[in-house]
């Protein structure tokens, strides 16, 4: 029996603009080990947007390879599920955004660029994804608020820093120490106002590519 299609999503998108993109999806938290063996019907398709590895272990490509080999349409993006679709690329499934395209490519490597902390009750992420970092300050570079040397430094300095510490206030606090307190609140200010969430938008790519597959219509935001 071919159910409707299920999507593994966490902190990455809010569930209430998910259900818009993919109405009558069957949403589900970040997806751990053994999850996909608790399906009781195969999906039309599946997406996977989060998943644990910090909490619990991860899922591994061994228990998403069979679904592909069945014929089952498989998309990953943002986080957990970009780090799959790069291993599982050439089996068949489908990596999605931005992100995935940065793995594919090479330029990043690090399964830590998307690892973050959340609370397991609300799915609230409690620290900022590195890539999320990256690429805003990339964007900001773009705006013309910080040059490359800055832009590499803040970075790099991020990156030394344990994944469940990195937040917006951390790098804040290094923005004013590299920029000084008047560049470093336009920084903010920018930030809270128009920076990129690169693993929302990509969350966003996959479930408008599911919605197409499965012909779902998403539903007019007003």
Do not use: H
Not at 7 to 34: H, K, M, Q, T
Not at 80 to 89: D, H, K, P, Q, S
């Amino acid at each position: 029996m071919v159910s409707r299609p299920v999507v593994f999503l966490g902190p990455s998108l809010a569930c209430d603009e998910a259900l818009e993109l993919l109405p009558g999806a069957n949403f589900r938290p970040p997806i751990r080990r053994g999850d996909l063996r608790g399906l009781l019907d195969t999906p039309e398709a599946i997406g996977i947007v989060d998943g644990e590895f910090f909490q619990s272990l991860a899922i591994s490509p061994k228990e998403i390879l069979p679904l592909l080999q069945k014929g089952v349409r498989v998309y990953g993006s943002s986080s957990m599920g970009t780090l799959r679709a790069v291993e599982l690329a050439r089996y068949g499934m489908t990596g999605v955004g931005r992100i995935f395209e940065l793995f594919r490519s090479g330029r990043l490597i690090g399964e830590d660029e998307v690892a973050l902390t959340f609370d397991p009750e609300t799915l609230r992420p409690l620290s900022e994804p590195l890539v999320n970092m990256r690429l805003a300050l990339s964007a900001a570079r773009e705006a013309g608020l910080i040059s490359l040397a800055e832009l590499i430094g803040i970075t790099r300095r991020m990156k030394a820093v344990y994944f469940p510490e990195r937040t917006r206030e951390r790098l804040f606090i290094e923005a004013n120490q590299r920029l000084g307190e008047e560049r470093a609140s336009a920084v903010r200010e920018w930030w809270l106002r128009a920076a990129p969430d690169a693993k929302a938008e990509d969350a966003r790519m996959l479930l408008r590519t599911m919605a197409k597959v499965v012909m779902i219509e998403p539903i007019a935001r007003k």
